[in-house]
């Protein structure tokens, strides 16, 4: 099955009509209609039962939907491979919570340094990102935990605390205000030994920034990153509290053997300063 029969296929079957594939396609509705005749005897298999009201898949024809999309998906990948230099082309990603802190810096920084660096992101899980590293489809990606695999190289990137912070002074966290922020599995199982009568929180939000926002907007406390919260504590909108424990919040950057290693290594100082940049720009 060559590319112009998949993505007719395909299009008939979206469009439930020849008439409308046709249209979709630029194509005369006699060019559509050919292309299925030579599809169906290419296959052996009526793919569609053809009447007024339209064109409506056999079953053979919804068997055949997955492998069509599956070919179009393989030759567009191909082509982009092969259309640029992969020298200068770095796939990287992050965890949902980094993207608006060490990720973007990160991006930032690359993009000034090489002007013609063809960049890609993935904001994702870190199973979804370590399996993209590991697959060699992900460059790079940072992560809170150091996650062990093969095929792939673990590196701490920073060493970072999470700190109890308020809205309003205060030496203990008070479940009444109490805003859990989920910093993953590491931090539930410390918070759960430490904290346990918090765990109940009224609020939980599974995003950092977010919760930052909430809790600057009505108020609260909660757990944040060092770097996140250090302007709000020096303007006096957040406070520390002071009996509150502190949580370690390492960045790793989990890293792909089969890429190149000199741009790796090139793309690793980049997020060293990165993540050496002000506390402002985390936030």
Request: glycine share 6%; with cysteine.
């Amino acid at each position: 099955m060559d590319l112009d029969l998949a993505r007719t296929f395909l299009e008939i079957a979206n469009a439930g009509t020849l008439g409308r594939a046709a249209t979709r396609l630029h194509l005369t509705q006699a060019t559509v209609s050919a292309r299925l005749q030579n599809l169906e005897a290419e296959l052996g298999r009526q793919l569609f039962v053809r009447n007024k009201a339209g064109a409506r898949l056999t079953p053979a024809g919804h068997d055949l939907i997955p492998y069509a999309t599956q070919l179009l998906q393989v030759w567009k990948q191909a082509s982009q491979k092969l259309a640029e230099d992969q020298k200068e082309v770095l796939t990287l990603g992050g965890e949902h919570s980094l993207w608006s802190a060490l990720l973007l810096n990160w991006l930032v920084c690359l993009r000034k340094a090489r002007p013609l660096l063809t960049l890609r992101t993935q904001v994702d899980t870190p199973k979804l990102l370590l399996d993209g590293v590991q697959q060699g489809d992900i460059d790079a990606a940072i992560l809170y935990s150091p996650h062990r695999r093969s095929g792939i190289t673990t590196e701490l990137v920073l060493e970072e605390e999470l700190i109890a912070v308020s809205t309003k002074p205060c030496s203990y966290l008070s479940p009444d205000h109490y805003v859990y922020v989920d910093w993953g599995p590491d931090f539930e199982s410390a918070h759960q030994a430490r904290l346990p009568e918090l765990n109940q929180a009224r609020t939980k939000i599974g995003l950092g920034p977010l919760a930052l926002r909430y809790i600057l907007k009505v108020g609260g406390s909660g757990y944040f990153r060092t770097r996140a919260v250090e302007p709000y504590l020096a303007k006096g909108q957040l406070h520390l509290v002071k009996k509150a424990p502190k949580f370690s919040y390492s960045l790793y950057a989990a890293s792909s053997d089969a890429s190149d290693p000199e741009l790796l290594t090139w793309a690793r100082e980049r997020l060293t300063e990165a993540a050496e940049m002000p506390s402002e720009t985390w936030a």
